[in-house]
């Protein structure tokens, strides 16, 4: 395989092992406010912002975990057949089935993109008491959908180079 594919899969790989720490460390940020909303409200004074703060976090988690779930192999896969297959059988079975992934990756990227823009464009806020601000959110979204996309594109090179009989 030439060079510039080799390296954008270790720097695809790399770069979603850091995000995936980021998102692995976020979950004791998601722990804290879910502590701070308990404590508060069992002391008579519940705070506006906890609930929804939580359910950013868990979001962010969830988007830019993707990857590195996809990377470290996590990712719900059917293996009724697929563990019995050798290598090159299993590479070539995702190279011809990963379009659907990446198809399906890229219109969840337009729309994520069409929706932080109208985030930025209009100052979008979430209904309810704190009203939030929504592009912070829709940053992170769009950020782990394209991470998710690069990984999807490293396994395909990285398949490719397998049926060539090569490993990356």
């Known amino acids: 395989m030439p060079g510039i594919f080799v390296a954008y899969v270790r720097w695809v790989e790399r770069f979603n092992w850091l995000l ?7 979950l004791l940020a ?37 990857a590195y779930a996809l990377q470290l192999g996590s990712a719900v896969r059917m293996d009724l057949l697929y563990s019995r297959w050798s290598d090159k059988t299993r590479a070539l079975v995702d190279v011809l089935t990963i379009g659907t992934l990446l198809f399906y990756l890229g219109v969840l990227l337009w729309g994520g993109w069409e929706s932080l823009q109208y985030a930025l464009e209009y ?13 912070p959110i829709k940053i992170i979204m769009v950020l782990g959908i394209l991470m998710m996309l690069l990984q999807c594109t490293a396994f395909l090179i990285r398949d490719i180079a397998r049926l060539r009989g090569k490993e990356i």
């Open 20 to 26: 995936g720490r980021v998102a692995m460390y976020s």
């Open 30 to 66: 998601l722990m804290g406010v879910l502590l701070w909303g308990a404590v508060a409200r069992a002391a008579g004074s519940p705070p506006i912002w906890t609930d929804e703060m939580a359910q950013f976090i868990l979001m962010g988690y969830f988007m830019i975990g993707g």
């Open 123 to 135: 100052g979008e806020r979430r209904r309810g008491l704190w009203r939030p601000y929504m592009a």
